[in-house]
């Protein structure tokens, strides 16, 4: 049987709450950063784009003013429209996937820390997780650049652990502040890494729309006496989020 491309798009476009000319300006964009379109080239028409979309001729001129207003094409009267740039490099937050790089990559990271409502929530512990401490200190924080908030952390540390360094608990990243301690062997450390979507706490803190796409990394720091001395759960933007790995790093013999 064969399918409807109009019916088809139109069921595309029906499961986003966004206008239809913000969904088409973001395939555009996306056209522009896979290399589709270079600087200097030509875009399709509004005649084309019309009936590639299967929208309306002002609907796809509002996409092409979105671009325009970002500095990605510029109309050029009686020729057409063309590429005079390209989008800024959205995925610069590269997840760490070792011990190493990922202590180093925050290092220098100065938290913004968020006041608790109410009473602390527990700490996520897994079976394989270890053992939970007697007690948690809890502390919830954001992490931004440029002043644009892009992470979102709930991070509990064992009381003991965090009485050895408070004030640096409250002004640095956590994790670092961890592997620094004397007195602390880490025998285990884990992370894993989930695609979820925001919620209304998330989506107000990051500046997200309600069930915007998000990496959530939840993050277990286990001791040598096989205590979880650290519990973290953190949301990232889902649009600024690039992991890489090395697939043949861990290869052995």
């Given at each position: 049987m064969s399918r409807n491309p109009a019916h088809s798009l139109a069921q595309t476009y029906e499961r986003s709450r966004a206008p239809l000319y913000v969904q088409i300006a973001a395939t555009l964009r996306q056209r522009i950063?896979?290399?589709?379109?270079?600087?200097?080239?030509?875009?399709?028409?509004?005649?084309?784009?019309?009936a590639e979309f299967q929208v309306a001729r002002v609907t796809v001129r509002q996409a092409v003013d979105i671009l325009e207003k970002e500095g990605l094409v510029?109309?050029?009267?009686?020729r057409?429209?063309?590429?005079t740039g390209i989008p800024p490099d959205r995925r610069w937050l590269r997840l760490a996937t070792d011990w190493e790089t990922l202590i180093d990559s925050i290092k220098?990271?100065?938290?913004?820390?968020?006041?608790n409502e109410g009473?602390?929530?527990?700490?996520?512990?897994?079976?394989?997780?270890?053992?939970?401490?007697?007690?948690?200190?809890?502390?919830?924080?954001l992490q931004s650049r440029d002043n644009e908030p892009y992470a979102f952390a709930r991070v509990h540390v064992a009381k003991e652990v965090f009485e050895q360094a408070p004030k640096r608990f409250r002004t640095r990243t956590a994790l670092s502040v961890l592997s620094t301690l004397k007195g602390v062997t880490i025998a285990r450390a884990?992370?894993?890494?989930?695609?979820g979507a925001a919620d209304m706490e998330t989506a107000q803190l990051l500046g997200?729309?309600?069930?915007?796409?998000?990496?959530?990394?939840?993050?277990?720091?286990?001791d040598d006496r096989g205590v979880a001395i650290y519990v973290a759960d953190i949301v990232y933007r889902g649009d600024c989020i690039r992991?890489?790995?090395?697939l043949l790093n861990a290869r052995t013999g």
């Open positions: 950063e896979d290399g589709r379109w270079s600087p200097g080239d030509k875009i399709s028409t509004l005649e084309e784009l019309e510029q109309r050029q009267q009686g057409g429209t063309f590429v220098d990271n100065v938290p913004h820390v968020i006041p009473p602390p929530p527990e700490p996520r512990i897994d079976p394989g997780d270890g053992t939970a401490a007697e007690e948690y200190a809890f502390i919830k924080s884990h992370q894993t890494l989930m695609i997200l729309a309600l069930n915007a796409p998000t990496a959530e990394a939840h993050c277990v720091v286990v992991l890489d790995i090395d």
